[in-house]
């Protein structure tokens, strides 16, 4: 069984910046396809960015230019890090695991607001 752990939600003004982490318990971190999601209210959620196992990575239209996801296999961490911070942004942040099957995080709020 994988425990991811996010971290590094929060409430930011516009424009401002955060960086999520996520933590992956077990042994198969690096074997593993890595992804942000996000799920605002009353919508469904949405794939934010992925990383390969490779290091290919992939993002929504609306965050390129803005995130950048990475990941470090020695740590068993991924990585979300956010600029240039809007407040269609705002939304709880899932991290997400790919290996024989999925698994998901606790999820952490981020709220971008003046």
């Known amino acids: 069984q994988v425990q991811l752990v996010e971290s590094g939600g929060g409430l930011v003004q516009p424009g401002g910046s955060l960086r999520l982490s996520c933590a992956a318990s077990?042994?198969?971190?690096?074997?593993?396809?890595m992804g942000w999601y996000r799920q605002a209210p009353g919508k469904q959620r949405e794939l934010v960015a992925r990383?390969?196992?490779?290091?290919?990575?992939n993002y929504a239209d609306s965050v390129k230019g803005r995130f950048t996801i990475s990941r470090d296999n020695a740590k068993n961490t991924v990585y979300l890090q956010m600029n240039n911070l809007k407040p269609d942004d705002t939304a709880v942040y899932y991290c997400?695991?790919?290996?024989?099957?999925?698994?998901w995080g606790q999820g952490t709020q981020v709220i971008v607001s003046s």
């Open positions: 997400n695991l790919q290996y024989d099957r999925e698994f």
């Open positions: 077990g042994t198969i971190f690096s074997l593993s396809h």
């Open positions: 990383i390969m196992i490779r290091g290919t990575t």
